[in-house]
């Protein structure tokens, strides 16, 4: 069964630093390009990051030269390291295949001061 579980969420303040780590089992991880997403409350799922399997990366404007995206094919997991934070990329942050995978409950970033 294939699952996938996201963390490293939490409160900080503007300007400040959160890295997100996401584990997926029971699937070939490794084909798949993996991104990570957010939803704000009212708002729309969108893409924040993705990376292939092969490690081409590709950012939403919003968040380019703030956040890095990474993978561990080998350990399944996949990263987005985030800096220079703000008050609108508050969001539950989700990792997914482009939906190909079942979503996860997701990790909950608040920034604010």
């Known amino acids: 069964q294939v699952q996938v579980a996201e963390s490293g969420g939490g409160l900080v303040q503007p300007g400040g630093s959160l890295r997100l780590s996401c584990v997926v089992s029971g699937s070939i991880f490794g084909i798949f390009t993996m991104g990570w997403y957010r939803q704000a409350p009212g708002n729309k799922r969108e893409l924040v990051a993705d990376i292939t399997s092969g490690g081409r990366t590709n950012y939403a404007d919003s968040v380019k030269g703030r956040f890095i995206i990474s993978r561990d094919n080998t350990k399944r997991t996949v990263a987005l390291q985030m800096n220079s934070l703000k008050p609108e990329d508050t969001a539950v942050y989700y990792c997914?295949?482009?939906?190909?995978?079942?979503w996860g409950q997701g990790t909950q970033v608040t920034v604010s001061s």
């Open positions: 997914n295949a482009g939906g190909l995978l079942p």
